[in-house]
């Protein structure tokens, strides 16, 4: 199981990005349900790999800064503290605990600093030994608000027993304490699709009595193309044959699939691929997309513009996108 590219991971964590949209819409109280922080120790440590920033520090470690460059009145927070384990990223086993620690404690300070605003999604590594611990710490002492878990960075197979097994152990315990998931579903596999899409409905999610869950990327890494298309229509005919699965608290972000500009590897769409878009948007249902940017990617204005202006949207499904 090699780990998917750092070109990959780019798009996922929207590093490098430029801002050139005039920004029109700001009189909305917006919601950014997807806005990454990174500790100043974790910017340090990726500077130290040569890993490329295109804007200073603050933008993506400093509150402030972050909430007065994005415009959304909340947003998720979500911590990227499952880049620790990742062996592309300098993981060392002797420090991986002690820095997924040091990270999620770094969302939980800037949570505090803005409590009304801020809705904090800590992460871990779902296959690491200490997950559940991390997971009852941050929930119990750090009073985060939901689990973000990232399937491409940790490389999550559900067709392997032992990490669908790790990945049932989170849900349930979600499940149970009523928290929310953020989940980027797509582990980057050549195969990953159906078969992975029906075993978690099935193994998963059919077991739970509570689910409050966000597909992040409307399923994928970011882009809309065939793959897109693949894990949606999946989803779309399981909530059609599976009733349960179907009740539950299901939502897809839209955050970096709307692209109107390259983005490490992933293509900006094109005029058709915007019009398939919107349709695809309307076939899932507005009632089940919510917003999010994938800041530091773009910011709430930018992207609520994109998706207005390249979408087509009505004033109906603009409202129903930002309730």
């Given amino acids: ?90 993981a060392k086993s002797d420090k991986v605990k002690s820095q997924m620690e040091a990270e999620n404690n770094y969302l939980a300070s800037v949570k505090n600093k ?24 941050c929930h119990k002492i750090l009073k985060l608000d939901g689990i973000k878990l990232h399937h491409n960075a940790s ?3 559900l067709t392997e027993n032992e990490h669908l097994h790790k990945i049932q152990q989170i849900f349930k315990y979600a499940s149970d304490n009523r928290l929310p998931i ?38 994928t890494s970011g882009g809309f193309n065939s793959k897109t298309k693949e894990i949606l ?29 390259d983005s490490e590897g992933v293509n900006k769409l094109t005029d058709s691929e915007f019009k398939e878009l919107a349709n695809y948007c309307r076939k899932i249902g507005f009632e089940k997309i919510v917003f999010g940017t994938d800041y530091p990617l773009y910011n709430s204005d930018e992207y609520l513009e994109i998706l207005m202006n390249k979408l087509q949207l009505s004033e109906a499904e603009i409202n129903l996108l930002l309730k």
């Fill in 155 to 157: 490389q999550v197979y």
């Fill in 1 to 90: 199981m090699k780990l998917a590219s750092k070109s990959v991971l780019f798009i996922i964590f929207g590093i490098m990005f430029s801002c050139s949209i005039e920004k029109r819409v700001t009189s909305r109280n917006i919601i950014d349900n997807h806005v990454h922080i990174m500790s100043p120790e974790l910017i340090s440590l990726w500077k130290n790999m040569g890993i490329p920033f295109s804007r200073p520090d603050y933008y993506y470690s400093n509150i402030d800064s972050i909430l007065k460059f994005n415009k959304a009145e909340k947003v998720s927070l979500i911590s990227m503290a499952y880049v620790y384990s990742s062996p592309e990223f300098g």
């Fill in 233 to 261: 229509d999946t989803f779309i005919e399981v909530f059609k044959t599976n009733n349960k699965v179907a009740n539950q608290n299901i939502k897809f972000d839209i955050s970096a699939v709307c692209l109107d500009k």
């Fill in 182 to 219: 953020l989940l980027h579903f797509d582990n980057s596999h050549p195969k990953f699709g159906k078969n992975d899409i029906k075993i978690f409905a099935n193994s998963v999610l059919n077991n739970l009595d509570y689910v409050n869950l966000q597909i992040a990327h409307f399923g």
């Fill in 114 to 137: 803005y409590p009304k605003r801020i809705k904090a999604f800590f992460s871990v590594d779902p296959l690491q030994e200490n997950m559940l611990e991390e997971i009852i710490r």
